[in-house]
């Protein structure tokens, strides 16, 4: 099922700390801007669904005969649970695999739930390694958020992936075969991807978003995530499945390379006049993206891409982010 196309991925591989630091800290999850439609279960086809939780984070759920994939596990323990409320719903079948496609809590801290089912935990080697790393951080800056949302911060464990692969992992479920890959840093070191071919469907994580404006603080590379959205959109699939906002087509991918190319070659060409950053993230409004979720954080994107292009570091990943 696999052929020589897909075998041929391969990896591609402070000034202003305490600003930055202080900046970090204050940015809200990904799942603070509320306001969408509620969590529903969508079919992509006949074994094949996808968890659209627009004011959360979604998931993925492969169902077959012989046993179930999730991919992404939830922000929060008892988000897990309602998740596996929801399967149980379409199948009794165990949960034997839980991917991880990336470091950000609300992608992994439902772990524990799923370990409970007895699923085998999986992600990239980088993103595990940033993980076990960087989780309390990212667990602190979600506390606000689940508080809010009534849920615990204290049941919240990391529970770390139980097994991790390098370019690509093939799982076989019931006769059929999808394919874990990671060609190179997206919007994070280590975002992998979970093809899903006899659906035509890709798992995105958070390097497409439809009609969002991405966090930019943790990718070490805007043309490197360009080059991989690239791969992305010439895959043979029809159907993109972000780790947030609804289903994506083709078209989203042009749209995403847009929105990272214009903020990049704006921000190289004020500071190439030598614009300070404060002026900056005044002159910079970029308005035809005002009707994209999170545009309201327009000016921390521009900070972000200030720091990177100052340092040629990712703003979030302090202790760094190469797997050393
Ligand atoms: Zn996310």
Redesign the pocket.
């Known amino acids: 099922m696999f052929g020589a196309t897909t075998r041929r991925l391969v990896l591609c591989a402070a000034f202003c700390v305490g600003l930055c630091v202080a900046a970090v800290w204050s940015a809200p999850p990904?799942s603070a801007q509320r306001g969408g439609p509620p969590a529903q279960m969508k079919t992509i086809a006949d074994d094949l669904y996808f968890w659209f939780d627009y004011d959360g984070?979604n998931s993925i759920i492969w169902a077959t005969s012989e046993g179930v994939m999730v991919v992404d596990t939830q922000p929060h323990p008892a988000q897990a649970r309602r998740l596996i409320g929801e399967i149980r719903k379409i199948t009794d079948k165990p949960i034997k695999w839980a991917i991880n496609t990336?470091v950000?809590g609300?992608?992994f801290l439902g772990n524990s739930e799923f370990k409970k089912e007895g699923a085998t935990i999986v992600a990239n080697a980088h993103a595990k390694y940033l993980m076990e790393r960087y989780w309390e951080k990212d667990l602190k800056r979600r506390v606000p958020g689940f508080e809010k949302a009534g849920l615990d911060p204290k049941e919240v464990s990391f529970v770390a992936p139980d097994k991790t692969f390098e370019d690509e992992l093939v799982i076989e479920m019931a006769g059929r075969k999808v394919r874990l890959f990671y060609p190179g840093p997206g919007q994070d070191p280590g975002c992998a991807y979970v093809h899903f071919p006899h659906a035509k469907a890709v798992a995105t994580s958070?390097s497409l978003t439809p009609k969002s404006v991405s966090n930019l603080m943790y990718t070490p590379s805007i043309d490197g995530w360009v080059k991989v959205l690239r791969q992305l959109q010439g895959m043979d699939v029809d159907v993109y499945l972000p780790?947030?906002g609804d289903l994506g087509k083709k078209s989203d991918i042009d749209d995403a390379v847009g929105f990272l190319t214009t903020l990049q070659s704006e921000v190289k060409a004020a500071r190439a006049k030598g614009v300070p950053l404060a002026e900056a993230q005044k002159s910079l409004t970029f308005p035809a993206y005002k009707d994209w979720r999170n545009y309201g954080r327009m000016a921390d994107y521009v900070r972000n891409l200030y720091v990177l292009e100052e340092t040629g570091k990712p703003e979030y990943w302090t202790q760094g982010w190469e797997r050393k």
Do not use: K, R, W
């Open positions: 990904a984070t990336q950000h609300d992608h958070g780790g947030h």
